[in-house]
């Protein structure tokens, strides 16, 4: 993942774009300046900038890929499948990713109960070429119609697939070898080049004020409809803090927004007691008065952790103390005396 850059500019480019019209579903959420609306998914209709794009993701093309699809409650989720089943060899990571996107692929049988693409039926590829960090694809015209309430989804699902990619960290989109400026049916601007800044399934917290807002991108649990239990990314909208690695951390511990549809990750009575950043490591200590040595953690709550302050930090690793103990185990008995590595698949359920 990469650091963090200078926002000014961006900021200016956002600040504009919320101005426009916020229509079916679609808007602009940024890092400093927000536009708000309702939480329940599908997403709300907030947009602009977020979190930093990745570079150097441990995801191997060779033994996975990546993907974001859409589950059953609306939520875009990234689920790790297997790049080799029924791909094409010849075929290079960013098109094979952009055929597990699309509705009646031929990917489309393999996918795990409950998860959908997101590019619709009839999309078609002109190119997919990387470049120096950025990938730029191009659609044949005319790209099938969506409703205006799925287009910035779309946007997200090939824009964070297109980053979990070793080396991306940017995406460009055209039709037709034209660059693809506003959404169809929605109207959305969208920049020349994309990033993880755009965020993932927006939300905002109550009372946050939408100019003086920034975000934080939090990774809680859901369940498919199969049992099995997967992460989501949520970008939230909260109110400007000066120590943002701890403020993701308190929002992950207050928990989902809507709770209906995904599951906390930590036990309510955990606090922060420090966030200390190192060119290793986050080094994170954590206080729960419920907790004693003897006991275990759920291992999801540190899967969680991890990968909430490596999205938000850039930094791959993260050092957990809690109640003072780094000799603590998880509830697969892994010990976590040393630092923690941000997973390499994310939601591994399909073989």
Not at 239 to 266: C, H, S, T, Y
Not at 271 to 300: G, H, Q
Request: overall charge negative.
């Amino acid at each position: 993942m990469k650091p963090r850059g200078a926002r000014k500019s961006v900021r200016k480019l956002l600040a504009a774009l919320l101005l426009l019209p916020l229509v079916a579903g679609c808007a602009q959420a940024g890092k400093e300046i927000r536009k708000t609306a309702a939480v329940d998914p599908p997403p709300p209709d907030v947009e602009q900038t977020m979190l930093q794009a990745a570079e150097a993701k441990t995801t191997s093309v060779k033994d996975g890929l990546t993907v974001y699809l859409q589950d059953r409650n609306g939520y875009i989720a990234p689920m790790t499948l297997r790049a080799g089943t029924g791909a094409n060899d010849a075929s290079s990571p960013e098109r094979t990713a952009l055929v597990w996107l699309t509705r009646e692929g031929r990917f489309a049988d393999q996918l795990p109960p409950g998860f959908s693409p997101m590019l619709p039926q009839g999309t078609k590829i002109r190119s997919a070429k990387t470049d120096s960090g950025t990938v730029s694809i191009d659609f044949a015209a005319p790209f099938p119609a969506v409703p205006a309430n799925q287009e910035r989804k779309i946007v997200e699902a090939i824009v964070w697939t297109m980053t979990e990619l070793p080396g991306i960290g940017k995406v460009r989109l055209s039709v037709d070898g034209l660059p693809l400026r506003e959404l169809p049916s929605s109207g959305l601007p969208l920049p020349e080049t994309l990033t993880r800044d755009i965020g993932i399934n927006l939300e905002q917290a109550a009372g946050t004020n939408a100019s003086r807002s920034m975000a934080v991108t939090l990774y809680f649990s859901a369940r498919s409809e199969e049992g099995e239990g997967y992460f989501v990314p949520v970008t939230r909208l909260i109110d400007r803090q000066p120590d943002r690695n701890r403020a993701a951390l308190e929002e992950l511990i207050k928990g989902p927004l809507d709770d209906r549809k995904l599951q906390p990750v930590f036990a309510p009575g955990v606090s922060v007691e420090r966030v200390v950043p190192t060119s290793e490591a986050m080094n994170v200590e954590l206080k729960d008065p419920s907790w004693e040595p003897e006991m275990t953690v759920p291992s999801e709550t540190i899967e969680a952790l991890v990968l909430t302050l490596t999205e938000e930090t850039g930094i791959p690793k993260a050092r957990i103390i809690l109640n003072g103990e780094s000799s603590f185990k998880d509830s697969d008995n892994r010990t976590y005396a040393d630092p923690v590595e941000r997973p390499a698949f994310i939601n591994a359920l399909a073989s």
